[in-house]
C-alpha cells in the first residue's frame, strides 16, 4: 500500500515538473516587435562593418560601429577591436590586399528588451585588379545595442564555412 501511495506521489510530482516546465514564461520574455527602422538600422551597422572595415581595412571607423569592448568569436578565436586594428595594419603593411565585396543574406532579426540580435550569411568576393581570387562565406551572429552614441555592434560570432558545405 505504501509503495502504491509513494507512486502516485512521484507521479503526481513528474506530471506538476512537465507542466511546469512547459509553461510560456511571458513575465520574462524580452523578445519586442522590431520596427522596420531597427531591422534597417541592424543591417546596416553589418553592412557598414564589412564594407569600411573588413573590406576597407579602415581601423579609424571602429567606432563608427563597434562598441568599445566589442569582441568576435570566430572558429576559436576571440578578437576585441585592438586585435581588429592590428589585423587591418597588418594587412595594409603587408601590401597589395585584395577587394573585398560583401553581400550579406539575413537570416533572422529580432530584438530582445533593447538589444536587436541578427543572424545571417556573410559571403565575400576577393579580387585583385579585375580578377577573382577567392570567395568565402561564413554564417554569423551579432548583437546590436542602442548607446549614447547611437546603435553599435557589441559583439559577434562568426564561424567559416567550407566551400560545397550542405547547407
Known amino acids: 500500500m505504501r509503495f ?3 507512486s502516485k506521489l512521484i507521479l503526481l510530482f513528474s506530471i506538476g515538473l512537465f507542466f511546469l516546465a512547459c509553461q510560456n514564461d511571458t513575465g520574462n520574455s524580452a523578445t519586442v516587435k ?7 538600422i541592424a543591417k546596416n551597422l553589418i ?4 564594407d569600411e572595415l573588413w573590406a576597407g581595412l579602415d581601423s579609424t571607423k571602429i567606432e563608427n560601429y563597434h562598441t568599445d569592448d566589442f ?3 570566430e572558429n576559436g578565436a576571440y578578437w576585441t577591436n585592438q586585435e581588429i586594428r592590428d589585423f587591418m595594419k597588418a594587412a595594409i603593411k603587408a601590401g597589395d590586399p585584395p577587394t573585398r565585396k560583401n553581400r550579406m543574406e539575413y537570416i533572422h ?5 533593447t538589444a536587436i540580435s541578427i543572424a545571417y550569411n556573410n559571403y ?3 579580387f585583385r585588379q579585375d580578377s577573382l581570387i577567392g570567395q568565402a562565406q561564413w554564417l554569423e551572429s551579432a548583437l546590436a545595442i542602442p548607446t549614447t552614441e547611437g546603435w553599435r555592434l557589441r559583439m559577434m ?3 567559416f564555412i567550407p566551400q560545397g558545405t550542405p547547407q
Do not use: P
Open 124 to 126: 565575400g568576393t576577393f
Open 71 to 73: 569582441y568576435i568569436l
Open 4 to 6: 502504491l501511495f509513494q
Open 157 to 159: 560570432h562568426s564561424t
Open 34 to 40: 522590431i520596427t522596420a527602422a531597427e531591422t534597417d
Open 109 to 113: 532579426i529580432e530584438k530582445q528588451g
Open 47 to 50: 553592412q557598414g562593418s564589412f
